[in-house]
């Protein structure tokens, strides 16, 4: 399968915001309502020079995205914050990874991320699994923090430090 991942463009909101809102249908998946989920924002993110924000497409289709937004204060700017959704049909067929690969590319080549950070419910499973391969690491979970309907989804922290990552890139070719 040919997926192509691009640098998302405002005309692309509104194919991700309908996804976001299908998906977010779903309990336990995103903590918006599809009735939180604004076009306009997702714009926003895409123009802000604090983000980067990624599309995979499929024979001109999105069927993917992901996005890093870093903090605004001078002393949480090398952190960024990670959102990633694989649109519904698409999952478990190597999108998510590839994102996620392409992302973190990204934010090496930033002079300016040195932590990736995010939020994943201890109820997905496969997303988690594929953190962790990805060198993710849990760094806490806040209890009870989603409510769905009538009960709770622990929401988990991870993080992958980018600074760490490329030392021991460096380092095994090194001895190579």
Same mark, same amino acid.
């Given at each position: 399968?040919?997926?192509?991942?691009?640098?998302?463009?405002?005309?692309?909101?509104?194919?991700? %915001?309908?996804?976001?809102?299908?998906?977010?249908? +779903?309990?336990?998946?995103?903590?918006?309502?599809?009735?939180?989920?604004?076009?306009?924002?997702?714009?926003?993110?895409?123009?802000?020079?604090?983000?980067?924000?990624?599309?995979?497409?499929? +024979?001109?289709? /999105?069927?993917?995205?992901?996005?890093?937004?870093?903090?605004?204060?001078? #002393?949480?700017?090398?952190?960024?914050?990670?959102?990633?959704?694989?649109?519904?049909?698409?999952?478990?067929?190597? /999108?998510?990874?590839?994102?996620? #690969?392409?992302?973190?590319?990204?934010?090496?080549?930033?002079? %300016?991320? +040195?932590?990736?950070?995010?939020?994943?419910?201890?109820?997905?499973?496969?997303? /988690? #699994?594929?953190?962790?391969?990805?060198?993710?690491?849990?760094?806490?979970?806040?209890?009870?923090? %989603?409510?769905?309907?009538?009960?709770?989804?622990?929401?988990? %922290?991870?993080?992958?430090?980018?600074?760490?990552?490329?030392?021991?890139?460096?380092?095994?070719?090194?001895?190579?």
């Amino acid at each position: 399968m040919n997926i192509t991942i691009r640098k998302a463009e405002t005309k692309d909101a509104l194919c991700i %915001v309908e996804a976001e809102r299908e998906i977010a249908q +779903e309990p336990g998946y995103f903590c918006s309502q599809p009735s939180e989920l604004d076009e306009k924002a997702v714009i926003q993110t895409i123009q802000s020079p604090q983000s980067i924000y990624l599309v995979a497409e499929h +024979e001109g289709q /999105i069927i993917g995205h992901a996005f890093l937004e870093t903090y605004t204060l001078q #002393s949480l700017r090398h952190v960024a914050d990670l959102n990633i959704a694989v649109h519904l049909g698409w999952q478990n067929k190597g /999108i998510g990874r590839k994102l996620l #690969s392409n992302i973190i590319e990204q934010a090496k080549k930033s002079s %300016v991320i +040195e932590k990736i950070q995010l939020h994943v419910r201890a109820s997905n499973i496969p997303a /988690i #699994s594929l953190y962790k391969k990805m060198g993710f690491q849990e760094e806490g979970r806040l209890k009870n923090r %989603v409510k769905v309907k009538d009960h709770y989804i622990d929401d988990i %922290v991870m993080g992958l430090d980018l600074k760490k990552m490329m030392s021991e890139e460096v380092a095994s070719q090194t001895f190579m």
